[in-house]
T-cell receptor
Framework: AQTVTQSQPEMSVQEAETVTLSCTYDTSESNYYLFWYKQPPSRQMILVIRQEAYKQQNATENRFSVNFQKAAKSFSLKISDSQLGDTAMYFC???????????FGAGTRLTVKP | DGGITQSPKYLFRKEGQNVTLSCEQN?????MYWYRQDPGQGLRLIYYSQIVNDFQKGDIAEGYSVSREKKESFPLTVTSAQKNPTAFYLCASSLNLGTVSYEQYFGPGTRLTVT
C-alpha cells in the first residue's frame, strides 16, 4: 500500500518570497506518479504539477518546481515569487499499483502574507 | 467545455434518510472516484470505478453505495448506515493508460450536512 506524509500542517510566506513544502511517500511500486494539488478557499482541487517516477529531471511549471529525490522517497514543492493567490491548502499525492488509486497526504495550509 | 460537474453544491438532509450525490463527466475518462474530505484532513477514498458496471471499495466504503451504469456518470448514495455523513464530498475522474493512472480531475464538490 502507498502512503503519503506531509509533516507541515501550516506554513506562511511573505509575498514575493520562496517557500518549500515537504512530502514523503512510501511505495513498493516501480512505476508511479507524484502530484501536487492546490485547494483554494473555493475548495476546487487544482493540479499544480506532476512528476513521473521514471524521469530523473525535476518537473517545473512556471513558478512551481519540485525536488524529487527517488531514493529518499521525497517530493517537495517549491513556490517562487509567492503571490497572494497562492494561499491555499496543498496536497501531495501518488498513484501506482494494481488498483491505480490515488493516495493523498493530510495537506499543508499555506498563507501568503502581503 | 469539458469537465466534471457535481450537484448540488450544498445538500441538507435529516438523519435516517438516504441521499444521492450526482457526478457527471464529459472528459471521456474511464476511471471515476469519490472522496470524502473532513476539516483539517486530506482526501479519503470511498469508492472508485475503472470501467462501466464495475467498481471497488476504497478505504471508507461502509455506509456508502455507488453505481456505474454509464461511462459519464458515477452517483454516490450516502445511506442511513453512515454514522457521520456530514462532510465535503469530491468526485474525480482520470484516464487509465497501461497500469498507472494519470492525474485526476476534480469536480467542485458537494457539502452535505445531516442533522
Amino acid at each position: 500500500a502507498q502512503t503519503v506524509t506531509q509533516s507541515q500542517p501550516e506554513m506562511s510566506v511573505q509575498e514575493a518570497e520562496t517557500v518549500t513544502l515537504s512530502c514523503t511517500y512510501d511505495t513498493s511500486e516501480s512505476n508511479y506518479y507524484l502530484f501536487w494539488y492546490k485547494q483554494p478557499p473555493s475548495r476546487q482541487m487544482i493540479l499544480v504539477i506532476r512528476q513521473e517516477a521514471y524521469k530523473q529531471q525535476n518537473a517545473t511549471e512556471n513558478r512551481f518546481s519540485v525536488n524529487f529525490q527517488k531514493a529518499a522517497k521525497s517530493f517537495s514543492l517549491k513556490i517562487s515569487d509567492s503571490q497572494l493567490g497562492d494561499t491555499a491548502m496543498y496536497f501531495c499525492a501518488s498513484t501506482g499499483g494494481n488498483n491505480n488509486d490515488m493516495r493523498f497526504g493530510a495537506g499543508t495550509r499555506l498563507t501568503v502574507k502581503p | 467545455d469539458g469537465g466534471i460537474t457535481q450537484s448540488p453544491k450544498y445538500l441538507f438532509r435529516k438523519e435516517g434518510q438516504n441521499v444521492t450525490l450526482s457526478c457527471e463527466q464529459n472528459l471521456n475518462h474511464d476511471a471515476m472516484y469519490w472522496y470524502r474530505q473532513d476539516p483539517g484532513q486530506g482526501l479519503r477514498l470511498i469508492y472508485y470505478s475503472q470501467i462501466v458496471n464495475d467498481f471497488q471499495k476504497g478505504d471508507i466504503a461502509e455506509g456508502y453505495s455507488v453505481s456505474r451504469e454509464k461511462k459519464e456518470s458515477f452517483p454516490l448514495t450516502v445511506t442511513s448506515a453512515q454514522k457521520n455523513p456530514t462532510a465535503f464530498y469530491l468526485c474525480a475522474s482520470s484516464l487509465n493508460l497501461g497500469t498507472v493512472s494519470y492525474e485526476q480531475y476534480f469536480g467542485p464538490g458537494t457539502r452535505l450536512t445531516v442533522t
